[in-house]
Structure formats: structure tokens, C-alpha cells
């Protein structure tokens, strides 16, 4: 159906960056939202970032004016640069796709491990 792969995970000293990429391939409605969510052992899956197709976007307060979320609709692909990393930063980060009445139609990639050491 849909599927996505992610990749830019890894290891950062706090104050650092990096720079998560998810593209996805299948039958994907041409109105649509990607994102990021983050888990973390013990705690629910919580929204990041995520855009839809026309543009429009949505941070977690923790993130905002550190990390930015972007998308390439020709390739279906989204990116999130983050910037001046926090230990409370890391988690496992999944990358989403939603399309359809509500964007109720969702898939999930496999994950990819960010840390940040203090």
C-alpha cells in the first residue's frame, strides 16, 4: 500500500543538529500529511512535526524555533532539520503519512533511533 523509509538517525552531543529524511512510495492521495512523532520507553507516541501537502504545519511547543519541518510533494518525502538538540530530545522518531477522510488512513515507518548526550 504505502511505505516508508527513514533515514538520519543517530548519535549527537547536545547542541548539535541532525537532519531525519522519510520518503514514502505506494498509492498516496495527492492531499495528504507526513510527519514525525517520538517514543520514548514508558510514554505515549507524541506529534513532533508534521505539514500537509499545501504547506501548512504544526510543532510541539517543546520543538518550536529548533526544528523545522519541510516536504518535497514531487518525491513525497519529508524532512525534519533539527537544531540545538536536548537530551530530552532523544527517542525513537517515527515518520507518518495520513491521507483520506480526516487523514485517517495512516501508516508508520520502522522507527530510527536519535540520541543526545549530555
Known amino acids: 500500500q504505502v511505505q516508508l523509509v527513514e533515514s538520519g538517525g543517530g548519535l549527537v552531543q547536545a547542541g548539535g543538529s541532525l537532519r531525519l529524511s522519510c520518503a514514502a512510495s505506494?498509492?498516496?492521495?495527492?492531499?495528504?500529511?507526513m510527519g514525525w512523532y517520538r517514543q520514548t520507553p514508558g510514554k505515549q507516541r507524541e506529534l513532533v512535526a508534521r505539514i500537509d501537502s499545501g504547506g501548512r504545519t504544526n510543532y510541539a511547543d517543546s520543538v518550536k524555533g529548533r526544528f523545522t519541518i519541510s516536504r518535497d510533494n514531487a518525491k513525497n518525502t519529508v524532512y525534519l532539520q533539527m537544531n540545538s538538540l536536548k537530551p530530552e530530545d532523544t527517542a525513537v522518531y517515527y515518520c507518518?503519512?495520513?491521507?483520506?477522510?480526516?487523514?485517517?488512513?495512516?501508516?508508520w515507518g520502522q522507527g530510527t533511533q536519535v540520541t543526545v548526550s549530555s
Open positions: 505506494g498509492s498516496i492521495f495527492g492531499i495528504n500529511r
Open positions: 507518518n503519512l495520513g491521507h483520506g477522510l480526516y487523514y485517517s488512513s495512516t501508516y
